[in-house]
């Protein structure tokens, strides 16, 4: 009877740090608490780079295409002029009052042509009327991105990074002239301050967790983790679609902390750049159509292409892929003497192969700039036939994208049924006749099914043309 006691005696007796229970317990609690911390910890590091890559995206996007609208010719003419009193200051300064406005910018848009040592070399601002060359103070985060855009004439994105009007992330893209020269770069700036507020929020709210999670039992620590950890998962796989361009994703966050305002005002950002985006669309569509001419017409061949591709149940990134497509489809006719383009009349074999590298100019307009590339499988294919005999690369039949053979027989017949200079328009009865004989061979025979199943009523609405 002595041993037992001997035994009880004995083990009540150990130091309460020696006693199994109480180390298994604080070795489960400090594992718990360490795989909170170290979960936490990488998952607030990568939402914290994934919005750093969207704000830098953001930016790109807003940079690259500004500088496609701007001529480096006049820019460099008004630079070599020094003066800002000038039609061609002014034209583009408009152009950057432009930029700025349709993407909501709150700070002025501006370019920049050359910096020696701190100091930039200021040229035109969308907002003010600064005198050219006038000197800027570059902030030291700021030289290394803006020297590689001036030497190597690539678009750049900064660190963030702080002065004493805030706290900042700048995008740069180089404006060209028509030798591909970079004579200027295009500087676009945005106070990234609310994002590094709502940064802070999150690191507050990890911390109390983590206190939390530290002083609760076994469970209770599992079950903490989750609570936290979900919610900034989400974000962080809401994050990542973003960034691949999907800017319709939407995550449903049902936390009421910092974390739950973190997820409204990423919300609220994203909402913001696809607003930007649809507005750069939407002066890069007015450009090209003030180009040819034809106001509406862009958007009447994109009001067509996504009537039939409503029919063939494409997606909703298949629908804006098609549409963008349809608006930017002859983008490189921008490279095509207009001389050709205007011919009234026949083409000489010459001329016809420059008219039909314009896919591929067109291809290599819009790669360079990520919001416009879902527009590319309708931009490179819209001219490739069924059986093969299109061109540029003569693909044919399932291998040509779905958006491309749509498009296909949507642009046939919208330029049928419009007048060119070198004939008059078709009647919709023709064109569509046109399809029909042309199915299976020119055109996908499932696309021209969809498409004879429009009524005609509703093709020449779409089409704005002529019945009969």
């Known amino acids: 009877m002595e041993a037992p006691t001997t035994m009880v005696v004995a083990r009540e007796g150990l130091p309460l740090w020696r006693r199994l229970a109480s180390r298994l317990a604080v070795t489960f609690l400090a594992l718990t608490t360490l795989g909170i911390l170290l979960t936490g910890y990488l998952e607030y590091r990568e939402l914290k780079q ?40 002014g034209a583009l300064r408009a152009q950057l009052q432009r930029i700025q406005q349709a993407n909501q910018l709150e700070e002025p848009v501006y370019t920049l042509t050359s910096f020696t040592g701190e100091d930039g070399r200021l040229a035109v601002t969308s907002r003010g009327q600064e005198p050219v060359g006038k000197e800027y103070r570059l902030p030291p985060e700021i030289q290394p991105s803006l020297r590689r855009v001036l030497t190597e004439g690539k678009p750049a994105i900064t660190p963030i990074y702080s002065n004493e009007r805030g706290t900042w992330v700048t995008g740069f893209a180089p404006i060209v002239n028509r030798k591909g020269k970079t004579v200027a770069v295009l500087n676009v700036d945005h106070r990234a301050d609310a994002y590094l507020i709502a940064l802070a929020n999150l690191r507050r709210s990890l911390l109390v967790a983590f206190l939390i ?80 001419g034809e106001p509406g017409s862009l958007r009447r061949l994109a009001a067509a292409a996504n009537a039939v591709g409503e029919r063939l149940d494409l997606t909703t990134s298949q629908q804006e892929a098609l549409e963008f497509g349809a608006l930017f489809h002859d983008i490189g006719e921008i490279r095509t003497p207009e001389a050709i383009l205007h011919k009234a009349g026949p083409l000489t074999s010459e001329e016809r192969a420059v008219i039909e590298r314009h896919p591929v100019a067109g291809m290599e307009i819009l790669e360079t700039v990520p919001l416009l590339t879902p527009a590319l499988d309708v931009v490179v ?55 029909r004989k042309g199915s299976g061979t020119l055109f996908d025979p499932r696309v021209v099914d969809v498409a004879l199943g429009i009524p005609a009523e509703r093709w020449a609405e779409l089409l704005q043309c002529a019945r009969a």
């Open 50 to 89: 994934d919005f750093q890559r969207v704000i830098g995206g953001f930016l790109l996007n807003i940079a690259r295409a500004g500088a496609l609208l701007l001529d480096g010719d006049q820019h460099q003419a008004v630079v070599t002029r020094g003066k800002n009193d000038t039609p061609a200051y």
């Open 213 to 292: 999670g530290a002083g609760v039992a076994l469970i209770g620590g599992v079950l903490l983790a989750q609570l936290v950890t979900r919610p900034v998962a989400q974000l962080s796989a809401l994050a990542g679609r973003v960034v691949e361009g999907d800017l319709t994703a939407r995550a449903r966050i049902a936390a009421r902390t910092e974390i739950g305002m973190l997820a409204d005002v990423f919300h609220l950002m994203v909402q913001r750049l696809h607003v930007s985006n649809r507005s750069i669309v939407g002066v890069v569509e007015r450009a090209l159509e003030a180009r040819a």
């Open 381 to 435: 294919a819209h001219h490739e036939r069924y059986d093969g005999s299109g061109y540029p690369h003569g693909t044919k039949g399932e291998e040509i994208p779905l958006t491309g053979r749509i498009f296909a027989v949507v642009d046939t017949l919208d330029a049928m049924t419009h007048a060119r200079p070198y004939r008059p328009a078709r009647s919709l009865s023709e064109a569509l006749d046109v399809l």
